[in-house]
Nanobody, 123 residues
């Protein structure tokens, strides 16, 4: 059974750091791109970052460039999102998702999704 499980969310103060993890089961990540998305209440789901199966040229939305870093460990079937210098506007439920080989142009082209992990940035 294909499954993605996010973890690592929590409550942090502005300027703090958090590391999210995405664990895959039922398949191996070697041939799949992994994307991170987030959705705040009342807002549409937003693409945050994506890393291809070749670990080449990871993508980031402009609002997180220089603050977030995506990485993968295929041997562990894990993908991570290191989030630094967190801002209140980063508050959202964060999801990971998979697509074959390369990062799609649209979030609708991702095949499997996790259930999300809550990230809250507040004083």
């Amino acid at each position: 059974q294909v499954q993605l499980v996010e973890s690592g969310g929590g409550l942090v103060q502005p300027g703090g750091s958090l590391r999210l993890s995405c664990a895959a089961s039922g398949f191996t990540m070697d041939y799949y791109a992994i994307g991170w998305f987030r959705q705040a209440p009342g807002k549409e789901r937003e693409g945050v970052s994506c890393i291809s199966s070749s670990d080449d040229s990871p993508l980031y939305v402009d609002s997180v460039k220089g603050r977030f870093t995506i990485s993968r460990d295929n041997a562990k079937n894990m993908v991570y999102l290191q989030m630094n210098s967190l801002k209140p506007e980063d508050t959202a439920v964060y999801y990971c998702a998979t697509s074959y080989l390369t990062c799609p142009r649209s979030l609708y082209e991702y095949d499997y999704w996790g259930q999300g992990t809550q990230v809250t940035v507040s004083s």
